[in-house]
């Protein structure tokens, strides 16, 4: 158990501990799909995958989420490279619009420029009131061995016992922005070794 | 946000921020298998379903986790309705072993005794130094439409963020002992309503 | 090769190649379903396989099949063990009336007594106008690993080229009644040894 | 029932109750593997759909086929669009080569030109001495939803039912060749409506 961890510990026990026993209000989670790989679907006539369909919104029906709200936000359908000024500005207004309604939000977004966006969110929302959430996938949730349908089983988990702040989550782990890049060999979210620690922030 | 959730931010934002940027040594997290529901697979001659194989680490293996290190110990192959005291002494007895050399110990365990096997935990253990995550399913994993890939792969990813302490963790949420009872109408867990808030770990 | 097969030849050739090419009616399947371990799904609350959804017809409908019209009978919801003879004998009546109106007839069963009913159908009909095909699984179809998909994709595959006739259709097998056998140790469906070979049909 | 089929019914039935009781040897097929979209599997870092990994020997490898010994030939691995004549030309001295030595042959192919393959190997071999069958999928093995695994479980059913030909086994159908084509509409196999019917076959 790091040392950091251990200082999370007053204020997750006061949290979960606090939680009214009787809570009629469901946890809501707004969800913002915007494409990415994850997204991708089969095209059978043209033999190549495309973001097409709301394939998200049925990998997280197939989920069993108690006590949350899921609401869905079908932004755009494209690849993270196809991503141009004018829809990472959509994607921010969304966002900042979601987080007020909701208690979480969740971004599903290609990883190839998934740190941009984060980065362009934390630079509108430095002091967010909620946790904003990216994920992704890898492999197309519609193809064997895919990482999409954990990577949002944990970016919908993450929502409730992160602190607000804005993060990339992936294979396990939940990395707050600044700072967290794509690393290309072992194909995973990492936080960058040249990112300045944030004092300020910690 | 409740005010509870927003309290916790202080300490999560250190954490996730802190933890070194080079770190070499993996997050290391103890599975302890029991059996139950989640690990029963379809015996061909008898035509039932019966605890006989280790098919919660195929499970755990087909996810990816970065930095991560899990290693496995199959206790026993029980449903837990026929756990006896005896049995419940060894899950307390390893789970305090492991949590002394792991960042977080996992017990997968059957559902309709989960409860007592969390309050024997923390009433062995009142103040652990890790997360200690009970899980387990309602319908077995190798059946079609479980939720035990679901309430593993939170289960894991929640060891990196709770805090040290007894949790259950299904459906999207984790809960903490004192308390945590199965919901046999809806088949998840709850808090119990007539569990006392803890006040002096809040 | 062998002679058999090879005589099979000239009937197998006329049949292909004579279908008119551009024929408007469909190929019409009926499928009858009685239950069987095939058919078992979980019920979460007993903790339980049963026999209580339709999952057969869920799983046809996963199939591409052409020029084919594929219609279904819900006989009846039972373990093939719980078959009494009222239950068999509506069977075969369902059967005959289906033979009547189909290219040919799948009928769900399970493998416990399946052996049964195919003689019992084929003392009923001992030369049925279309094939008749007895199928099943020995691992339900929602069940990881299952046998299902394949030996229904078969039997409805069986359908368009084997000769009228009563038959057991698994694991890549057709086998005609009389003297089919459930093989108890390998699981799967034999020819018996004791089975005169019908020199009468040949 | 057809005339056509019904004109079948001595053949197959010769075959089935002739088949010795007893037999030691099981029935021997020879899969050629030469790529095609059934076998395209999802490259993480080029972000694309491609031919590298033996996709469809795990695929066969997870059906039950009793009494049946299934060899396995990696000839190429190519999209068939790419398939230049030489390519072909080993195609089928494959087949000829396997066709002496197994009961039956089944070549996985791409569908864009497996038409083309059909008539070589008719051309090649205008009376085999076993079933030829060439498959392949309208989507990739790996992808939800795929057809791979039901074409493939035909045309190895296929194999023990048909007569020695050169065939196209899709969609729950044997199509015979000459004449057989892609239709790119549906996306599945049909007889060409300009194909003459062979009457010399029949």
Request: glycine letters at 6%; a positive charge.
């Amino acid at each position: 158990m790091s040392k950091a961890a251990r200082s999370l510990a007053g204020g997750a026990r006061s949290r979960l501990s606090k939680r009214p026993t009787a809570s009629t209000a469901p946890f809501k989670i707004a969800v913002i799909m915007t494409g990415g790989t994850i997204a991708k679907t089969y095209d059978q006539r043209k033999a190549v995958l495309r973001n097409a369909d709301p394939v998200v919104r049925r990998l997280i029906r197939s989920l069993r989420l108690e006590d949350t709200k899921v609401s869905f936000k079908e932004l755009m359908q494209k690849d993270s490279l196809d991503l141009n000024p004018h829809d990472r500005a959509r994607i921010v207004e969304t966002v900042r619009s979601k987080a007020r309604r909701n208690a979480a939000v969740v971004v599903i977004h290609g990883t190839d420029t998934l740190s941009d966006t984060g980065e362009a969110l934390l630079a509108a929302m430095p002091a967010p009131a909620v946790p904003i959430v990216l994920t992704g996938a890898m492999v197309p949730f519609v193809v064997e061995g895919s990482d999409g349908l954990q990577n949002v089983t944990e970016a919908l988990f993450a929502c409730r016992l992160l602190a607000p702040g804005i993060y990339a989550v992936f294979h396990g782990r939940a990395l707050s922005f600044p700072g967290v890049v794509k690393e290309r060999v072992a194909l995973t979210f990492v936080r960058s070794p040249d990112a300045a620690i944030p004092e300020s922030r910690s």
